[in-house]
């Protein structure tokens, strides 16, 4: 919501918030799907907003955008066919053409006008959509998902807040249409909120996952536009552990890290050890 | 700030800010040296402020107070003395005195009134202060610490933002003191701010500690209270690497770990393999 200049989001039952100062608003209109926003502010640089809850800001997109895929990347064996479930801005799509060995990326956004303000106010995250490789379907991603059968390496589920038209994306019902559009050796990513401000929300998304996936593990990265900040991500694999990185792409990865923002080997090998608290929210032993 | 029955935090020049809406106002004084109030919250229970700003809460005090006792004393080889300058809620001790082979823990707080207040309103924070081996000595910091001579084995600095009268406790010349008065293997922990919202201060820190020390290293844990929540703390030794944990200890840490909310030994280990942001902001190679 809009308080004198600011944007406020209010979450864990209205009770705790967090706000942007606001220099100008850029954007607004009711797409046929939610309310698109970009305001421009102080501290985080322009920020897109669905429905009033922040999405991405120029200021920390790249931690999200980096996390997501190249952590499956490197796990996964033969990477060949990639896709992104949500995911309009575009920054998961950057990360992945910078792959030479991935031969198509599709991108599944229900909302084409996301698409289109994110050329407009995120021009770096949405650079990769031009990429021969890439196909954008606008079309039903709970629709589409059913339809792929054993199609994908990797897919990202690249969703809002579980509420709304997005709390399908949590539901094992849905992971199991992940699961059968993954190849044998496939992996799922998706964010899965904050621990601290949905405790319960998590154990749900958690105990969904594994009834589905036979490794399930969890790390966090901060996204500093999200309510509480600290932010868990969740690695559904049908095989691979997520830190058996794949020894091939190693060297390759030495290389690209060295331009990643946030994305680096060793980080990767690291954050899968997880604290107790974290343990206890995710039900692992 | 109090708003309409929210206490609101600002940073970032005053253009981010996190709120917690207040269900009860417990208790306000002006001590001798800053404003000291508690109130009762919806999402994070009690939350201790100092001059306004958030510093303890009954939901996430075990994280900081966790991390910044067990992992040095997980690196230090022989730990028989520790000094806590700041600390006044007594959480740090409490982790500390849970160490059999530890024979004295000083605690130098400034302010004897945090000391009073804590014992009030967070009682299990302050449960450790009992503990024989604990003296709580109320002396200024900077007086205290240039006395100290090779004889402390552990030194947590627990303080406040580097602003007013705590802003010293940032400076090389404070971390000359520390490093005097640390035995040979001596280690210094220290909450080192948010990079997201504090780039230059968090840079100036660890620059500051590197004039002093030959290991410095990082890592992060999440804040709920604090702005921007994705918090840093600093690893300073004069010997041991902070992944280089004492094997003597591993046995006895096994057993107490299964009661700790947040720190085990494989997350100790792996948080000090960090992004490539966090290298950036901390001049790390």
Known sequence: MNVDNWMIEESFRNTYSMGFKVKAFLHTEQ???????????????KLLLLDGKT??????EFVYHEVVSHIPYMVSRSCKNVLIIGGGDGGVVREFVKHADIQRIDLVEIDERVIEVSKTYFPE???????????VLPEDGFAFIKRAKKEY?????????????????????FYQDVYNALTD???MMNQTENPFLDEWGIKNIYSNM?????????FTAP?????????TFGFSSKKFRPTDLDPAKLQTMTGIQRSLKW?????HKGCFSISNFHKTMIGQE
Chains 1, 2 share one sequence.
């Open 31 to 45: 797409s046929k799907y939610q309310k698109i926003e970009v305001v421009e502010t102080e501290s985080v640089g």
């Open 210 to 218: 594994r009834k589905v996936f036979p490794v399930v593990s969890s």
């Open 125 to 135: 995250c949405t650079s990769g959509l031009s990429d021969k490789r890439v196909r």
């Open 263 to 267: 994305y680096n080997v060793d980080w």
């Open 185 to 187: 050796e496939g992996i």
């Open 153 to 173: 390496d990797i897919i990202v589920v690249d969703s809002t807040d579980p509420v709304d038209f997005a709390s399908g994306l949590f539901t094992d019902e």
């Open 55 to 60: 999405m991405v800001s120029e200021k920390d």
């Open 223 to 231: 996204m500093l536009i999200y309510p509480g900040v600290y932010w």
